[in-house]
């Protein structure tokens, strides 16, 4: 069972609009299988697809996965204020096209990101009344094992992962509610129902 957190009153999106709901935590907690189980069992729920620079990897698409973009084309979108946030990330970029954000709000529909704690904090600039949710590991050990047992990373890789984790793990008060990933479905179903108020 999770252990969700609530931090008081959360913001209030305006009138006649759901709320956007921003996923985020350190690196290895598990925020891609949360939100492709939540995506599973409920469909409805639109995940925004983020622009990014990195090539892409066997078995993505564009507009799927991400939308692969140029530096210059990336450029554009941040001189034009097309993204609602974006950072660099192991030497490419990332963003959240705003727009379709914006339309499916217009539109009646809960939208989720799952971004970073630099994007989250961007977003809260921009849309101060989305709704920040931030995914915690049980505990630290778990976290290390988890980031360790993957297996696909050089030891100075994981090292930079757990360094950035320990200052992602000390930014949880900026947010106004955590859950706490010792399941994927209940995690999933608090999320939901964090989305739905």
Known sequence: MSTAVSRGAAP??????PRLTVLSGPS?????TVVAHLRKVHPEVW??????????RPGERHGVQYFFVSDDEFDKLVANGEL????????NR??????????????GEPVL??????GARLVRESMPEALL?????????????RLTGRG???PEVIERRLAAARTELAAEEEFDETLVNTSVEDVAAELLALMQV
């Open 113 to 118: 990101l799952e971004i970073d704690l630099q």
């Open 12 to 17: 209030v999106p305006p009138a006649g609009r």
């Open 152 to 154: 696909t990373e050089p």
């Open 133 to 145: 949710v931030f995914l915690a590991p049980p505990g630290w050990d778990e976290l290390v094992r």
């Open 84 to 91: 609602l946030e974006w950072a660099e990330f192991s030497g």
């Open 28 to 32: 290895g907690v598990g925020k891609s």
């Open 94 to 107: 990332y963003g959240t096209p705003r727009r379709p954000v914006l339309e499916r709000l217009d539109a």
């Open 47 to 56: 995940l925004s697809v983020s622009a990014t620079t990195r090539r892409p």
